[in-house]
């Protein structure tokens, strides 16, 4: 029989105020593309996709270089749209040298459990609304700075009212 497998991603999760200062955001957003909104709890930067993974990986991952990374302020200050996949984001127009450091970390530990990284290029984002029925042009909002001092394993579920994500690990950045 096949055991239980998740469907993991590591993702930088906001702390309480980033993630109402995101949210309200969103909300403009969603009157602006008629796009379908996220949940608050829901809004995180996916780091890396896993996809379905058998569950006993939770606890093999070994982060501890990505963890060596030192925190970093993460500036949101970009809102956007991929019309091919319509989606609205919120993005940082630049990657400090703390998040690609962490980045690099995650690619290597993936890889020496034999996990390919993400085919598409890393593109540091907050998914504000998805399937949107109106594109947003690339412009500069009043930034949202986030004091990034952690970054998380995620589980993603099915759930009634869409998909259900619960951090089901979590690691320190270094000071
Ligand atoms: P997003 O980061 O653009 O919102 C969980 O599904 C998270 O992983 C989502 O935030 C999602 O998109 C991101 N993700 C990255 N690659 C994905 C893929 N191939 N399939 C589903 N989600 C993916």
Redesign the pocket.
Known sequence: MAGKTL?L?F?LWPDEATRSAIAALSQEVIVETGGRGIAAENM?V?LA?L?EQPARLVTRIDARSAAAAPRFELTLDELGCWAKSG?A?LGASAIPAGLAKLEQGIVMALAALGLEG?E?PFAA?V?LARRIARPLRTRMVQPIVWSVDSFALVS?EAAATG?D?RVVRKWSLAH
Do not use: E, N, V
Request: proline letters at 0%; zero cysteines; hydrophobic letters at 30%.
């Open positions: 469907r991603f993702a995180h996916t996709f996809g989606i984001w993400d598409r984002h998914t993603s998909r994500y």
